[in-house]
């Protein structure tokens, strides 16, 4: 389906400039910004922007908001003329609140700062400061998606100037006295100060300890804890960035910790912060998303594939969330192993969105080799060319291939050799790369089913008369899902049996070396299940030191820190050797 550019071009109504005095002016700009909120939270997302748009160029709370719908377009099409237009507009952005920002200079007012003296800015200044930090932010991470080495580094440099100015926001709070507090803007430049604090130190506490060592030399520093603390009482505030602060923390809860974490997910906190959001905005496309994201995560995936088609029955303008909700379809249905409506939704990502083409038609190609030949064929379909497309279909972010698409590719080559031979389980074996096992080991009975699936697979495998020289990697593949399996049922010493068939495989498997280095992370999880916490340290931490060059390497390392960091590892003993376990 084509995607449309012109959805948010509107006409500027008649609008009068506010002629009061800043403070009352703040004041009417963040009222008229709280009407285009509720509009988006509503999904009248032209209508959010055309009540930005008139002010855009005089108000710098009308430009943060209107640049910064843009940019959620834009991250949400990847498409280029997007991207353009709502980098256009953040550069807009960062001049109106450049215009507003205190003339004198933020470091002479630090020094105020440092030597316990009052900061005199006014409350508008103070609140360019923030703006302009938000929107550096939000520059930055556009930047980080063209493609080149200079992009990077300046969407780096960005990065650390907001944070730098976030911290110099934090210092004006922490000055105010409590009459100036009482202010009715205040309390939207507190929630700015809490979301932007919250989501640096948040993000960077997930980081590997060797990449944050750098980041802190750097001038970042991050604390989840911290982090946390101030990202909720951000969300809990009646700030204008209170649903920034939420969305941060439900992205955390639901996605980053199942995704480059252990999948440990705080469920309850993530409905609690949903909640007012559901009362106030019942039919509002995010929450009905967020509210389905939930019932995934509890395993209740019938409620939630209701809830994601309610979602993209509730709007059409902005069809990139029905994209969002075709991907969390493909995976709800993958968990059930009912294939052909996981292929229907991955059919539909191939055909309608752009963010990763290889991703989309690697997954299609993984579900077709799921079901049976005839099946394949009434479709209309041939898995061996699905696969043959998908290094063609790569991109780049930041001058970096993306991790799971370099690791498609990989897996797709085999369709490219003189030799081509079928993947073994190629979606349960996605699956894993997604962190699903942690979520369908909510349903015994359908992890029940997905370790018959892999008997079976393992059977074929076994009587195979002329195995190829992919064998022994596909037996590795399925013994580390089924030892995923049988932890998840409980089935402890079987799992351990599993994973370490793999772990002895070391140096015979010849594609897949990625498998060896995951089953000892996924042993070192076992375990911890098992309470031996001191074993657990060890054989993660043999992981991560003596492993190398294999696929998503940066994503079991971002894994292990999680999982490291919830035994309290980081002061414990590294192993000398390569010795696993």
């Known amino acids: 389906m084509e995607e449309k550019h012109d959805s948010f071009q509107e006409v500027d109504p008649d609008h009068s400039e506010d002629e009061s005095s800043p403070v009352t002016g703040l004041e009417t700009a963040l009222e008229e910004c709280w009407v285009a909120l509720h509009l988006f939270l509503n999904n009248r997302f032209a209508d959010a922007l055309a ?18 719908i843009l940019l959620m377009q834009a991250a949400m099409t990847f498409d280029p003329k997007d991207m353009d237009v709502a980098m256009e507009a953040l550069r807009e952005s960062l001049h109106i609140c450049q215009r507003f920002r205190r003339k004198t200079g933020i470091m002479a007012s630090l020094a105020s700062l440092w030597n316990g003296q009052t900061v005199d800015m006014t409350e508008e200044e103070m609140h360019a400061e923030l703006c302009y930090a938000e929107v550096l932010m939000q520059k930055a991470v556009l930047t980080f998606l063209d493609d080149s080495v200079v992009s990077f580094i300046k969407g780096g440099m960005g990065m650390r ?4 100015i976030y911290k110099n926001c934090q210092a004006v709070e922490n000055s105010r006295t409590s009459a100036e507090k009482q202010k009715s803007t205040h309390v939207h430049f507190q929630g700015g100060v809490n979301m932007g604090i919250g989501s640096f130190n948040l993000i960077l506490s997930l980081l590997p300890s060797n990449v944050l060592r750098l980041m802190e030399f750097l001038g970042f520093s991050g604390d989840r804890e911290l982090g946390l603390s101030e ?32 999948g440990d997910v705080n469920l309850t906190e993530a409905e609690a912060l949903l909640k007012p959001f559901a009362e106030n905005f019942p039919n509002g496309a995010l ?10 995560l509890k395993g209740a995936f019938t409620f939630a594939q209701e809830k994601f088609l309610e979602c993209i029955a509730t709007q059409k303008e902005w069809r990139q969330i029905h994209h969002l909700c075709y991907w969390e379809l493909m995976w709800a249905y993958s968990f059930e192993q009912n294939w052909m409506e996981a292929y229907r939704y991955a059919n539909l990502l191939c055909k309608e969105n752009k963010w990763s083409q290889a991703t989309y038609v690697f997954q299609k190609a993984a579900i077709l080799s799921m079901l049976p030949e005839e099946e394949v064929t009434k479709l209309g379909e041939n898995v061996a060319t699905l696969f043959r497309q998908v290094d063609g279909l790569r991109i780049r972010l930041a001058g970096k291939s993306i991790p799971t698409e370099k690791f498609a590719a990989k897996k797709a080559q085999r369709f490219s050799s003189l030799n081509p031979g079928k993947l073994i389980v190629p979606a349960l074996e996605m699956m894993y790369v997604w962190n699903g096992f942690k979520v369908v080991g909510k349903r015994p009975e359908l992890t029940e089913n997905i370790l018959s699936t892999l008997e079976k697979a393992e059977e ?34 079987q799992a351990e049996l599993c994973l370490r068939y793999v772990i002895s495989s070391d140096k015979n498997i010849k594609h897949d070396t990625y498998l060896v280095p995951y089953a000892m992370y996924e042993l070192g999880l076992l375990y911890r299940q098992k309470g031996d916490v001191q074993t657990a340290i060890t054989v ?24 490291l960091n919830t035994m309290g590892s980081f002061e414990a003993k590294l192993p000398p050797s390569r010795t696993p376990a």
Do not use: W
């Not at 100037?161 to 730098?164: E, I, K, R, V």
């Not at 992981?543 to 999982?563: C, G, P, Q, T, V």
């Open 51 to 68: 009540a930005l748009r008139p002010r855009k160029s005089r108000s710098m709370y009308h430009a943060v908001g209107y640049s910064s």
């Open 161 to 164: 100037n907001s944070f730098q």
């Open 231 to 262: 990202l909720r009482e951000g969300a809990t505030s009646d700030s204008l960035r209170s649903i920034l602060s939420t969305l941060t923390l439900l992205m955390f809860h639901l996605y980053i910790t199942v995704t480059l974490g252990t």
């Open 287 to 296: 929450v009905l998303f967020y509210t389905a994201r939930i019932a995934v």
């Open 460 to 493: 074929r495998l076994r009587k195979d008369p002329s195995p190829s020289e992919f064998h022994l990697d596909d037996l590795c593949v399925v013994q580390l899902l089924k030892g995923l399996c049988l932890t998840q049922l409980g089935h402890l010493v």
């Open 540 to 563: 993660i931490e043999n992981a991560k030191l003596n492993y190398r060059d294999y696929s998503m390497e940066s994503r079991l390392h971002f894994r292990i820190h999680a999982a």
